[in-house]
């Protein structure tokens, strides 16, 4: 670490050489804390690092051997299902290439980078781009032993049956080409330029498409069903859930040994972690004999439970795959009478900095999930809560899922709860989850500066700005208003639910708030898609009813004439009474909610320690069941 922080201090010095060709490679020049230049290996892995701890070890370490026949390590590599092809290099384009990473590691910003250090993930991920291309060009044209031997026109013959992606490709070898690291090269510069690989006939690069967000239903589908079993899995554990909605007892009942069945299935996994998986045929038997079922039973419901806590997570936070893969045991604090949630922050920041954290509030059910994971990874020896349910082994570091193994693993847990297929199309991504959430934010009209708080975009300045980024989440971009309030999407779906031709409404005002709207349009020849392009431009201008709980009123409470006139009974105290207030009115979106006011309701009626107020709870009962009734029917 000495030697690399007088390369930071003296990182000036350096930059003037390399402009100037003069550069020395010396093997001590220190490329990371770990390692100098001449080593065969560098290594950017480090306990200090806590803003790379989230990732696999192996994306932060080149081995060069790999790639050099004069070594043993290149004779013994084995050819994965995912390669095509072993790529093999020179000595000297070996070291070319460490002198072309060590002046993009010097000054990222001179190479088209950010600002600060470069991220040594990016680096070594670049690196094996380059590796794998000039390998393959090596293929066709073993004449090739330094860079300076590839031409445009082996490029461009090399990409027709290159079989890897190539959308990285012309940024590397633009890096590749740049004046200032080709002037340092030992065996000649560079025969191509930044121009040279513009004008190269690159494949069309295929248009990112937007996260979508998800519809009401899968959500809804995905929240109950993960919160269930994050529920289930506690109660079955024996810990008390933050999230009281469901039935402790009964899932106790069910499954009255399960805290021992765990414990034993911990056990288990501690013998495949110190001995390996051939050692447990023993515990396999004895566990069949105590239990009744196999330890294979037990894993599945597990790694369910574990897919269907992370999915709650993302579900009502919002994080973005770098913050959740951040989150180790301990990470849930209460502070300030609220549980929070703490990750390292690692957007646009430096990697060299110390361990910044940022915070989540942690609902009632994120809570539940967070403690599911931290039970569950006592089993899996993985300090990490969004990794694989593999057991990590004594030698080996935990580490979290990638981000194509966590979108992988989100989808194979939507094909296994969804028994109908009705959401077989569909394909979930950390950032389909943060669309969906701002979306919903949006409707509830939280506005956008707390959205963009949120999402951790708010510009540390004294007057706000919304930051550009938060405008692409949630398809906010296609409904935002003059204000910044506004959102016009979601206005005018709660518009169309209370004025559309097809709307259905519920409540005491309904028949007198169908009546009066019916008799609006009437009287001003609206009807289909002209009613629907009046409702939509009505949205600019504010949806005129108020959300009240799970009703909406539509009472003018600033006509003071009307109020005096004709109070409604909630006046003064803001207890909505849809079901007895004539002007409120009920739409198909307030059945969830209501439902589960119902369900507390009858709970109550029965629980003991509300005996004292049980002809209550039978009221609020029995109107609320009314009241379902009158929006189903």
């Known amino acids: 670490?000495?030697?690399?922080?007088?390369?930071?201090?003296?990182?000036?010095?350096?930059?003037?050489?390399?402009t100037e060709g003069k550069l020395r490679f010396d093997s001590s020049l220190p490329v990371s804390p770990s390692s100098n230049f001449g080593d065969d290996v560098w290594d950017w892995n480090s306990d200090n690092r806590s803003r790379l701890n989230s990732l696999s070890p192996a994306k932060l370490r080149i081995d060069w051997r790999r790639y050099d026949p004069s070594q043993k390590e290149?004779?013994?590599?084995?050819?994965?299902?995912?390669?095509?092809?072993?790529p093999v290099l020179t000595p000297e384009i070996i070291h070319d290439l460490k002198r072309a990473a060590f002046v993009q590691i010097l000054s990222p910003s001179s190479l088209g980078g950010r600002r600060g250090a470069v991220k040594p993930n990016t680096l070594v991920a670049h690196l094996g781009h380059l590796i794998k291309f000039i390998g393959h060009l090596r293929r066709e044209h073993p004449e090739i032993s330094i860079l300076s031997d590839i031409t445009v026109s082996d490029i461009e013959h090399g990409l027709k049956d290159y079989p890897y992606g190539q959308s990285l490709l012309p940024r590397v070898l633009k890096n590749l080409s740049h004046y200032h690291v080709s002037l340092n090269l030992k065996f000649g510069p560079i025969s191509f330029n930044k121009i040279d690989v513009d004008q190269i006939r690159w494949p069309p690069r295929e248009e990112s498409t937007p996260y979508s967000t998800l519809p009401r239903d899968l959500f809804r589908f995905l929240s109950d069903t993960s919160c269930n079993l994050v529920g289930q899995f506690l109660c079955a554990h024996g810990t008390e859930p933050h999230d009281q909605t469901i039935s402790n007892e009964k899932v106790r009942n069910q499954h009255p040994r399960f805290p021992e069945m765990f414990e034993s299935y911990i056990g288990r996994r501690k013998i495949i972690r110190e001995r390996g998986a051939q050692h447990v045929r023993t515990h396999t038997s004895q566990y069949k004999s105590n239990f009744g079922v196999l330890p294979r039973q037990l894993s599945d419901f597990l790694y369910r439970v574990q897919t269907a806590a992370q999915v709650v997570v993302l579900m009502y936070t919002g994080m973005r795959y770098s913050e959740v893969v951040g989150?180790?045991?301990?990470?849930?604090?209460?502070?300030?009478?609220?549980?929070?949630?703490?990750?390292?922050?690692?957007?646009?920041?430096?990697?060299?900095?110390?361990?910044?954290?940022?915070?989540?509030?942690?609902?009632?059910?994120?809570?539940?999930?967070?403690?599911?994971?931290?039970?569950?990874?006592?089993?899996?020896?993985?300090?990490?809560?969004?990794?694989?349910?593999?057991?990590?082994?004594?030698?080996?570091?935990?580490?979290a899922l990638s981000n194509t193994g966590l979108s992988s693993r989100l989808r194979k847990y939507l094909i296994t709860i969804d028994e109908n297929d009705e959401w077989a199309d569909w394909d979930l991504h950390p950032h389909s989850f943060r669309h969906t959430l701002v979306h919903l934010l949006a409707r509830a009209e939280v506005g956008l500066p707390y959205i963009t708080r949120h999402l951790k975009h708010a510009h540390m300045r004294l007057s706000y700005i919304p930051d550009s980024v938060t405008i692409g989440y949630g398809n906010l971009k296609y409904f935002i208003l003059?204000?910044?309030?506004?959102?016009?999407?979601?206005?005018?779906?709660?518009?169309?639910?209370?004025?559309?031709?097809?709307?259905?409404?519920?409540?005491?005002?309904?028949?007198?708030?169908?009546?009066?709207?019916?008799?609006?349009?009437?009287?001003?020849?609206?009807?289909?898609?002209?009613?629907?392009?009046?409702?939509?431009?009505?949205?600019?201008?504010?949806?005129?009813?108020?959300?009240?709980?799970?009703?909406?009123?539509?009472?003018?409470?600033?006509?003071?004439?009307?109020?005096?006139?004709?109070?409604?009974?909630?006046?003064?105290?803001?207890?909505?009474?849809?079901?007895?207030?004539?002007?409120?009115?009920?739409?198909?979106?307030?059945?969830?909610?209501?439902?589960?006011?119902y369900e507390h309701a009858c709970k109550q009626v029965e629980a003991p320690d509300q005996a004292h107020a049980r002809k209550h709870w039978i009221s609020v009962r029995d109107s609320l069941k009314e009241l379902l009734d009158s929006v189903q029917s």
């Open 1 to 18: 670490m000495p030697q690399l922080n007088e390369l930071i201090s003296n990182r000036e010095n350096l930059l003037g050489d390399a």
């Open 74 to 86: 290149c004779d013994g590599r084995t050819l994965y299902a995912s390669q095509s092809f072993l």
């Open 327 to 399: 989150l180790k045991r301990g990470c849930l604090t209460y502070r300030d009478g609220f549980n929070v949630l703490k990750s390292t922050v690692v957007k646009h920041k430096s990697n060299d900095l110390p361990a910044d954290y940022d915070e989540w509030i942690a609902t009632d059910v994120v809570a539940d999930a967070i403690n599911c994971l931290e039970i569950i990874s006592e089993a899996t020896f993985n300090r990490f809560l969004f990794s694989g349910f593999d057991t990590v082994k004594n030698e080996e570091e935990g580490c």
């Open 482 to 597: 003059a204000k910044a309030t506004g959102i016009k999407e979601a206005r005018t779906e709660m518009l169309q639910n209370i004025y559309g031709e097809n709307a259905r409404v519920a409540g005491a005002g309904a028949a007198k708030h169908v009546e009066r709207t019916e008799d609006f349009f009437r009287g001003i020849g609206v009807s289909g898609e002209d009613r629907d392009d009046y409702l939509a431009r009505l949205a600019e201008s504010g949806v005129p009813m108020v959300p009240t709980g799970f009703g909406l009123c539509g009472c003018n409470h600033a006509d003071v004439e009307a109020v005096e006139k004709d109070p409604p009974p909630c006046y003064g105290d803001y207890r909505c009474r849809p079901d007895i207030c004539e002007h409120a009115v009920i739409t198909e979106d307030s059945i969830p909610s209501i439902q589960k006011r």
